[in-house]
């Protein structure tokens, strides 16, 4: 079964930096796009970033500049490195990848959502 599995969350001050990574399981076929969003009280889910299995990668508007989103097929891992961290970006963060893998012989793709980690921006 697949699993993605965050981790870096936590406390940082404004203007700091946290890094999140997610591990995907192992037994898989290919990882064709992995990426993060975050959720705050009372809003909507939303997309922070993702990249594709190529390199390619997509960022929302309030985190372009500051947040770099990157992969590592080997490890199936994907990171995000935030730097600049505002109040406002306190918040829930998923880790989001579109696995296709082997099923009956068969691949098969879904989507999958790890549990989230907390990102709390404050003094």
């Known amino acids: 079964q697949v699993q993605l599995v965050e981790s870096g969350g936590g406390l940082v001050q404004p203007g700091g930096s946290l890094r999140l990574s997610c591990a995907a399981s192992?037994?898989?076929?290919?990882?064709?796009?992995m990426g993060w969003y975050r959720q705050a009280p009372g809003k909507q889910r939303e997309l922070v970033a993702h990249?594709?299995?190529?390199?390619?990668?997509n960022y929302a508007d309030y985190v372009k500049g500051r947040f770099t989103i990157s992969r590592d097929n080997t490890k199936n891992t994907v990171y995000l490195q935030m730097n600049s961290l505002k109040p406002e970006d306190t918040a829930v963060y998923y880790c989001?990848?579109?696995?296709?893998?082997?099923?009956?012989?068969?691949?098969?793709?879904?989507?999958?959502w790890g549990r989230g980690t907390q990102v709390t921006v404050s003094s």
């Open positions: 192992e037994n898989i076929f290919s990882i064709n796009v």
């Open positions: 989001n990848a579109e696995i296709t893998r082997p099923t009956a012989g068969i691949p098969y793709t879904r989507v999958y």
């Open positions: 990249i594709t299995s190529g390199g390619s990668t």
